[in-house]
């Protein structure tokens, strides 16, 4: 393990590498890799051998020209889920683009995917690429909420460019490909964009079956705020919600995963304690 300090006038460069294996019943952190400020805290167990664990980034926030990388190796019938303290803040660049990667590789086992929300500071320069690789009978289970500017404080997101992409494979074969660009004010304004609204969410869930995503749909009506709608390609769930508030976008999205869980996993929803405080 080491700790590099960042490049000169180019800000951080991190990288936090965990592998999880199943050990007599229990998933472990067997191998971890990190360098610069992003670290993972001690696991817990509150639902007996799956891993919870809480990934930490001690700047408290991004900034142009950092790069950021979480890979995450999950090895045969291990079963870890990764979520974060607090929100994960995107801050305004004089120039440089902040690029955070994500690595999930999972080897018949099981991952899920379950942080806090990204929020995204006018003028930010920002990059989110998720590649997730599955093999065999391998199980995911992601939701991410995002967030344009701060709409509980009345600031708009009114400049600045967010790229969000993401690629999901099983056994070498692309399943989903999808890539959300705000880049002008148009992106967000439009009826072919967020039609105006500050926050969307995405949750990624496979394997699932037409019985899943009708359970799903219903969830998604009659919502308080905003809009939601699912949809099942080639065994993956894809859930897509767009409103005003975070809060309604974690409701719905840890709704379903509470739904989706017994049905995927076979195990029945054990929120991680780090969400009750």
């Not at 019943?25 to 817990?44: D, Y």
């Not at 709608?229 to 995963?257: C, D, F, K, N, P």
Request: proline residues 6%; glycine residues 8%; hydrophobic residues 40%.
């Amino acid at each position: 393990m080491s700790n590099n300090p960042p490049i000169s006038g180019a800000g951080w460069e991190a990288r936090l590498a965990l592998t999880f294996t199943q050990q007599q019943h229990k998933t472990v952190l067997s191998q971890r890799e990190q360098r610069g400020p992003l670290a993972l805290q001690r696991p817990f167990y509150p639902e007996g051998g799956v891993c919870h664990g809480y990934i930490l980034h001690p700047p408290g926030g991004v900034v142009g020209g950092d790069q950021l990388t979480i890979a995450v190796q999950v090895q045969p019938e291990a079963h870890a889920l990764l979520t974060t303290p607090g929100a994960t803040k995107f801050y305004r660049s004089a120039g440089l683009h902040a690029h955070q990667q994500q690595l999930f590789d999972i080897n018949s086992g099981t991952l899920e995917w379950l942080p806090q929300e990204s929020i995204y500071f006018p003028h930010t320069l920002s990059t989110i690429s998720t590649d997730i690789h599955l093999q065999g009978n391998a199980r995911f289970i992601g939701l991410e909420v995002h967030c344009l500017g701060r709409p509980a404080s009345h600031e708009r997101f009114d400049a600045g460019q967010v790229t969000i992409s993401l690629r999901l494979h099983r056994d070498g074969k692309f399943l989903v490909m999808d890539k959300q660009r705000i880049h002008q004010l148009a992106d967000l304004e439009s009826s072919a964009g967020l039609r105006s609204n500050p926050v969307f969410a995405t949750l990624i869930a496979t394997p699932c079956n037409t019985e899943t995503l009708e359970a799903v749909q219903n969830l998604c009506l009659n919502l308080a705020d905003g809009l939601a709608g699912a949809t099942l390609m080639r065994e993956v769930l894809i859930v897509r919600y767009l409103g005003q508030h975070t809060a309604t976008a974690h409701q719905l999205g840890r709704s379903i995963w509470a739904l989706i869980r017994p049905q995927i996993i076979g195990k029945t929803a054990t929120p991680p304690r780090i969400w009750s405080t």
